[in-house]
Structures are given as structure tokens and as C-alpha cells.
T-cell receptor
Framework: DTGVSQDPRHKITKRGQNVTFRCDPI?????LYWYRQTLGQGPEFLTY????????KSRLLSDRFSAERPKGSFSTLEIQRTEQGDSAMYLC??????????FGPGTRLTVL | GENVEQHPSTLSVQEGDSAVIKCTYS??????FPWYKQELGKGPQLIID?????GEKKDQRIAVTLNKTAKHFSLHITETQPEDSAVYFC?????????FGAGTTVTVRA
């Protein structure tokens, strides 16, 4: 499978714990995006990388959230001191220099 | 920022009939309009997209129309089949950021 992959697919954590998610984009896609999707809503943009550079962050991305793409390939999204409101599906997408974004299966986070 | 509204929120159609979903957007700078299909427990899958220099695009049973003056675009699915049952999202964007509608749950009745 040469699509976008995400790990883990599901994560259950207790409030206050830190979690980290990984995204592997389609090979040679230089753009990588993170979105958050809550139940019954469309995905909301969080942040975007062009190669290893993080070019924009949404105001949804509070100080507790950090994303990296150290070598311009895979990316990680870390949430520190999780809160119940962080429970959502976290989606990763990738694209070439064009607009078309291809999404991964997502990581479903549940904060107890 | 961009605001995308999508209607209806739910749509039930008889197998073989057509389904139409409509979206409006607010930012005249948006020039890219993709549609995604999302099945339960999966990520959104791109089904068709259109750019602002085109008014209509068709791919087999799926077509999308765009009216830039009125800032609205629509998805048309003809000859619906049970496997078309899913949540459909429209989106609008430019260079990189997509803003999504809230989704339409389509149910195709056999």
C-alpha cells in the first residue's frame, strides 16, 4: 500500500498524559498536513509542512500541540497534558506541489 | 478566513436515483474545490475535484459544477448504488489550506 499511513489507529489516554502520533506521507510528496475531525464535522486544518519547514499553524493548535517533520519525510504530532476536549480523529494528508491532498486513515484519540 | 456551508446534512435516495449536494463558500480567493467521501472509521477519500478555471467536470457517475460568481459548487451522483452510501464532504481552498463543509450523510435505499 503506497498511500498515507498513520500510527496508531486508536489511542486511549488519561487526561493529563502526553500522546504522540506518526504520519508517513505518500513517497516523494513534499507537502504534509494535519487536520482534526470531531464527530459530525468536517476536518479542520491544524498545520502544514513544505518539506521540513512548518509554514502555517492554525489558532486551533494551542501551545500544548507541537508538530515536526525533521527530515521532510514522516511527521509527528504531539499533544501534551491532554484534555477531554482533545478527543477527536487526527488526520494526516500529503500532496505534491499541487492542491490535491490525499488523506490517511486517521488516529482516533479518546481522552478519559 | 474561508467559510464553507454544505446542504443537506442528510440525504436518502432510492437506488438508481440521483443525489445532489450543494456547497457555498465565502472567500473569493479560493480556487480549488475537492469532494471527499468518508466511510465509517476511514479517512476521507478524494472522489473528484475542480479548479476555478473550469465550470464543470465529470467522471463516470459523478459530476461537479462550479459557479464562481455565486460562490457555490455542487456534486451530482447519478444512478446511485448501495456502495455510494457514505458521508460526503465538500471543501474549498487555495494554495494549501482546505476548509471543509460539515458533511452530508447519503443513504442509498435498495
Amino acid at each position: 500500500d503506497t498511500g498515507v499511513s498513520q500510527d496508531p489507529r486508536h489511542k486511549i489516554t488519561k487526561r493529563g498524559q502526553n500522546v504522540t502520533f506518526r504520519c508517513d506521507p505518500i513517497s516523494e510528496h513534499n507537502r504534509l498536513y494535519w487536520y482534526r475531525q470531531t464527530l459530525g464535522q468536517g476536518p479542520e486544518f491544524l498545520t502544514y509542512f513544505q518539506n521540513e519547514a512548518q509554514l502555517e499553524k492554525s489558532r486551533l493548535l494551542s501551545d500544548r500541540f507541537s508538530a515536526e517533520r525533521p527530515k521532510g519525510s514522516f511527521s509527528t504530532l504531539e499533544i501534551q497534558r491532554t484534555e477531554q476536549g482533545d478527543s477527536a480523529m487526527y488526520l494526516c494528508a500529503s500532496s505534491e506541489s499541487t492542491d490535491t491532498q490525499y488523506f490517511g486513515p486517521g488516529t482516533r484519540l479518546t481522552v478519559l | 478566513g474561508e467559510n464553507v456551508e454544505q446542504h443537506p446534512s442528510t440525504l436518502s435516495v432510492q437506488e438508481g436515483d440521483s443525489a445532489v449536494i450543494k456547497c457555498t463558500y465565502s472567500d473569493s480567493a479560493s480556487n480549488y474545490f475537492p469532494w471527499y467521501k468518508q466511510e465509517l472509521g476511514k479517512g476521507p477519500q478524494l472522489i473528484i475535484d475542480i479548479r476555478s478555471n473550469v465550470g464543470e467536470k465529470k467522471d463516470q457517475r459523478i459530476a461537479v459544477t462550479l459557479n464562481k460568481t455565486a460562490k457555490h459548487f455542487s456534486l451530482h451522483i447519478t444512478e446511485t448504488q448501495p456502495e455510494d452510501s457514505a458521508v460526503y464532504f465538500c471543501a474549498a481552498g487555495g494554495d494549501y489550506k482546505l476548509s471543509f463543509g460539515a458533511g452530508t450523510t447519503v443513504t442509498v435505499r435498495a
